[in-house]
């Protein structure tokens, strides 16, 4: 008597297939949720880690490094012996300016201290060293401090009101508004690499016009056509880290978080706070605190985390 073995019908094995299907779609976005968790967690570790060397280099040196300091220096380089990177201060050469080819080893470096695991990176590779943590200039609009010369269009204008502008050295006792309250550093990400391409969260425009405020510069950079290619300003965001400037080392609080960044004539800027995190970016304050921040949140009050010494009062957020 013989006995037949009784195998999978077709029917059967497509069926075990779509539920094994369904089941791994399933499971997807968990996993990457669970990944998204650990690389935010990683991210506000890293802003830490960064408040913690400012922190040490303030008890050090008696101020917080200039936003853009002699020769052009970013704050990162500055206080790379507090992330333990002494080997790597030790060959920057401060005497030239970060873009000399005596400086071509560690302006082409990328440190894990400077990079949110979040971040995509599209950039060209030969541009530099990533850094997806910025310097709070304030809520000014110029783009360093205002001329000392009649006549010039920035002259008489505000100058910058946050903790990190060009030849800054401001002491924690200069925070009048009080260290929880004022922002240190923030995420942004890198660019996109092509002003071929218009990337409305990572690109900054170009308007055309004359903010002498936040406010102007905000609603002249909402009122901007990001499809019009001629409006293109920077694209190559986020490098390198070791250069003191608007489009890789500091950021403005005239943008709401993941709001669009701008350039404006003579000499001005909005650059926004953003990241690759759903909803808000991670702040930094000043007391080394880390907050996340919803996008949301008020321009008004956004504004006033971003100054020193406005003497504003401000709410939980």
Known sequence: MSHRRRGFTLIELLVVIAIIAILVSLLLPAVQQAREAARRTQCKNNLKQLG??????????GCLPSGTGGNG???????????????????????VSP???????????????????????KLPGNLGGRNNYWTNTGTTVLNGMPSTVPGNPNFGMPVPDGVFFNS?????????????NTAMMSEKMTGDG???ISSPRTDTYQPGTYPSNAEEAYQ?????????LSKQGISNIGVPWILGDNDSTYYYHTQPPNGRSCRYPPSRMASAANSEHI???????????????????DRVLWRAIGSRDGGEVISEF
């Not at 002249?220 to 019009?228: I, S």
């Not at 970016?281 to 919803?294: I, P, Q, R, S």
């Open 279 to 297: 909803g808000g970016v991670h702040l930094l304050m000043c007391d080394g605190a880390v907050k996340f921040v919803n996008q949301s949140i």
């Open 52 to 61: 913690l060397a400012l922190h040490n280099y303030h008890d050090n040196l």
């Open 220 to 228: 002249f950079c909402m009122a901007v056509d990001v499809n019009d």
């Open 99 to 121: 873009n000399h080819a005596n400086n071509l080893v560690p302006r082409m470096m990328n440190l894990p201290a400077f990079l949110c695991p979040s971040n995509t990176d």
């Open 194 to 196: 092509s002003n071929g």
């Open 168 to 180: 800054s050295k401001i002491k924690f006792r200069d925070i009048t508004d009080g260290t929880s």
């Open 73 to 95: 220096f970013s704050p990162h380089a500055r206080i790379l012996p507090y992330i333990d990177q002494s080997p790597l201060f030790n060959i920057i050469d401060f005497n």
